[in-house]
């Protein structure tokens, strides 16, 4: 059984062998036995997509999810993650999805003896996404070495920049980002540091991040059209990006204020593609968790 915390925990060539999988399971869906596995889906963080998609894939794979809402669970009444995970282990969960505000949130349930895939602790990583990150990239481009990859916005918050930039620069990309200095991690060095003027007419991949004001000591954003024309992809620098460039973002996407509305399904954007990948992506990594050697399934 295999936990999946931060892609650091995996080779180059392991990651590239999930990548490989989540193509081959792109359109299976499961239609025979349910394989008798249990997962429980632990978000103790807002989440659309990364849970709405873990469900997609693992009804996709035919395995049982326990419904669990930490609203009206025992967290209520003070029950902590660790008491929280070891009674469902104890009840028979086989493996465990968990979203939870605190980076490395993980590192208190090393008495688990099921799996915990990782989705998204604090600011720390966020595997699964930088997963599908990965393969958008390797589909639209077909290799990583040498590409450019510009990362904008809140970079010293966001768990998806950091577990970006770490396997981006394994593959051999070249990774900036750009956005306010504050928001920059103290040890990103200068030369890796952007304009987003800079940005647009350099990158292969233009990577926008929400501003994750949750992870931020009560500040408001005064002007959202400020931020757009300072920092953000305006409709004027995405006609400067390369022919070939490309525009992610994790989403949630503030429309407006990192990206310009009408560039969100503009034709450079892979963000719904992105979004359609996280199945793929998650059914490949259900199934390294689960240890089963082929998905118990027909392709249809
Ligand atoms: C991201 C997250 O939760 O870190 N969302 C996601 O999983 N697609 C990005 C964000 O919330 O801004």
């Given amino acids: 059984m295999s936990s999946l915390t931060s892609l650091k ?14 193509e081959r399971l792109y359109e299976v869906r499961h239609v025979g036995s349910r394989n ?3 997962i429980a889906n632990l978000f103790f963080e807002a989440s659309t997509r990364t849970k709405c998609s873990f469900e997609m894939a693992q009804k996709q794979l035919g395995i049982d999810t326990l419904h669990f809402d930490v609203a009206t669970s025992s967290v209520n009444k003070g029950e902590g ?17 968990i979203r939870h505000g605190e980076t490395r949130y993980y590192e208190q349930l090393k008495g688990l003896t099921v799996p915990i895939i990782n989705a998204g602790d604090g600011s720390g990583d966020h595997p699964t996404q930088s997963l599908l990150d990965l393969l958008t990239i390797r ?3 077909g290799l990583f070495r040498g590409l450019k990859v510009v990362i904008v916005g ?69 002007n959202p059209d400020d931020y757009l024309q300072t920092y953000g ?21 503030n429309r407006g204020v990192e990206i310009d509305s009408s560039l969100v399904e ?19 990594v259900l199934v390294r968790a689960l240890h089963q050697k082929e998905a118990p399934v027909h392709v249809v």
């Fill in 266 to 284: 503009c034709e450079r954007s892979r963000i719904f593609k992105q979004m359609n990948n996280g199945v793929a992506v998650r059914k490949a």
């Fill in 81 to 97: 993650l660790y008491d929280t995970a070891k009674t469902l282990e104890s009840i028979g969960c086989d493996a465990f999805i």
């Fill in 154 to 222: 809140d970079i010293l918050h966001s768990r998806v920049a950091h577990s970006n930039i770490e396997v981006l620069e394994r593959f051999g990309a070249e990774v900036y980002v750009s956005g306010p200095e504050e928001w920059i991690d103290e040890d990103i060095p200068r030369e890796k540091r952007l304009t987003i003027d800079e940005a647009v007419e350099i990158a292969d991949v233009v990577m926008l991040l929400r501003i994750q004001l949750e992870r931020h000591d009560g500040e408001m954003l005064s």
């Fill in 139 to 141: 589909q639209e481009f």
């Fill in 233 to 253: 992809l305006t409709m004027e620098r995405e006609k400067r990006m390369k022919p070939h460039g490309i525009i992610m973002h994790p989403a949630p996407v």
């Fill in 9 to 22: 925990m995996l080779s180059v060539e392991e990651i590239d062998r999930i990548l490989d999988d989540a």
């Fill in 36 to 38: 008798g596995h249990v």
